[in-house]
T-cell receptor, first 111, second 114 residues
């Protein structure tokens, strides 16, 4: 069965420091991976998806199939990046496209 | 374009009761998925509806059931509530574009079972 692992429940960095939120997955096929973010008192929202290969709010994530990882990175953390981050994979099947989420990492950017 | 909305925002029930949660899809979306998020956990997939038919189900018992209406809004029904059903229930609507699906989430309904 597919699984997403986020090993850190809490990551605390100083403003301006680099950020790396780790995500590993297990799935026998070719998954599609996402990062979702939830800011305080806001709904869960899509941050980026690996297919798009884009940078959103300075964040990037590269799919490494050899290491089955999809780590989220940002070179210089900003205070407004403090939020809960969830890594997720979607499996496209004939029986519904379900998102499988990790347990999330709380990012705290300190001044 | 309006986003996904859910009602109610909060709900308190007692064990054994039944509850109905509601979700309005984002304009133009024909697929709705429901997730349960327990405290400290990521969302867990309950089921998905596409054009009023159940289109996939996660590892939840039959007392979790749903409906999707012609306007693509949806309901989640939970019978015989148990204490462990206390959680945030999220609805996500989606459409497929270019073979790719993106799910957009509502704010959630927080259910407390006493």
């Amino acid at each position: 069965a597919q699984r997403v692992t986020q090993p850190e429940k809490l990551l605390s960095v100083f403003k301006g420091a680099p950020v790396e939120l780790k995500c590993n997955y297990s799935y026998s096929g070719s998954p599609e991976l996402f990062w979702y973010v939830q800011y305080s008192r806001q709904r869960l929202q899509l941050l980026l998806r690996h297919i798009s290969r884009e940078s959103i709010k300075g964040f990037t994530a590269d799919l490494n199939k050899g290491e089955t990882s999809f780590h989220l990175k940002k070179p210089f953390a900003q205070e407004e990046d403090s939020a809960m981050y969830y890594c997720a994979l979607i499996i496209l099947t004939g029986g519904g496209n379900k998102l499988t989420f990790g347990t999330g990492t709380q990012l705290k950017v300190e001044l | 374009e309006t986003g996904v909305t859910q009602s109610p925002t909060h709900l308190i029930k007692t064990r054994g009761q039944q509850v109905t949660l509601r979700c309005s899809s984002q304009s133009g979306h024909n697929t709705v998925s429901w997730y349960q998020q327990a405290l400290g956990q990521g969302p867990q997939f309950i089921f998905q509806y596409y054009r009023e038919e159940e289109n996939g189900r996660g590892n939840f018992p039959p007392r979790f059931s749903g409906l999707q209406f012609p306007n693509y809004s949806s309901e989640l029904n939970v019978n015989a509530l148990e204490l462990d059903d206390s959680a945030l229930y999220l609805c996500a609507s989606s459409s497929t574009s270019g073979g790719r699906e993106t799910q957009y989430f509502g704010p959630g309904t927080r259910l407390l079972v006493l």
